[in-house]
């Protein structure tokens, strides 16, 4: 049983307009949540993060909503650089848990 | 830049060998992680370790695989004998307990 969902395999977006990646969770144990990038050839690395107690995170271009009634967050990318064409990993934890993620979301970001 | 190092980078075997994968993990660093990477899972949990001590290890086949941590500054994952499904990328993290992980570059396994 998946506990977290990204339910879109593939997004394509053209440069400079806003990337909205998504994913949904099962578990309401969890309460801190990451988003991690992946480029071909190496390992996922940490992008941005946001804890239960928060409802938005912001680090530059990106930006991390939470909707703990509707066990949803978004990574929102403004704007959008070919450079960002990745694989993103949502990712959940709770207490001192595993990282539990996704199965991923390709983002294309087209000049 | 502290990294995460994993060797090899690829490995081709045959099915029924023997195959070690290794890790080093960011120094200061008290929790290590096997992840494997396919198409169709995504990334799972193969087992993790705090402080050295193997926490939990219920991804991984019990008969095929074995992790252990010898020692601070090497992590190891292994496959006897080796399946063509188990053919994937498996990863190694480590970090901070609570904070985010930090990944290697993992190593691609191809049996046939």
């Known amino acids: 049983d998946q506990q977290v969902k990204q339910n879109s395999p593939s997004l394509s977006v053209q440069e400079g307009r806003i990337s909205i990646l998504n994913c949904d969770y099962t578990?309401?144990?969890?309460?801190?949540f990451l988003w991690y990038k992946k480029y071909p050839a190496e390992g996922p690395t940490f992008l941005i993060s946001i804890s239960s107690i928060k409802d938005k995170n912001e680090d530059g271009r990106f930006t991390v909503f939470l909707n703990k009634s509707a066990k949803h967050l978004s990574l929102h990318i403004v704007p959008s650089q070919p450079g960002d064409s990745a694989v993103y990993f949502c990712?959940?934890?709770?207490?001192?848990?595993?990282?539990?993620f996704g199965k991923g979301t390709r983002l294309s970001v087209i000049a | 830049d502290a990294r995460v190092t994993q060797t090899p980078r690829h490995k081709v075997t045959e099915m029924g060998q023997e195959v070690t994968m290794r890790c080093q993990p960011i120094?200061?660093?008290?929790?290590v992680f096997w992840y494997r990477q396919t198409m169709m899972q995504g990334l799972e949990l193969l087992a993790y370790f705090r402080n050295r001590a193997p926490l939990d290890d219920s991804g991984m086949p019990k008969d095929r695989f074995s992790a252990e941590m010898p020692d601070a500054t090497l992590a190891t994952l292994k496959i006897q004998p080796s399946e063509p499904r188990d053919s994937a990328v498996y990863f190694c993290?480590?970090?901070?307990?609570?904070?985010?992980?930090?990944f290697g570059n993992g190593t691609r396994l191809t049996v046939t």
């Open positions: 990712a959940a934890m709770w207490g001192n848990t595993p990282l539990v």
């Open positions: 993290a480590s970090g901070l307990e609570g904070g985010p992980l930090h």
């Open positions: 578990n309401s144990m969890f309460d801190y």
């Open positions: 120094l200061g660093h008290n929790t």
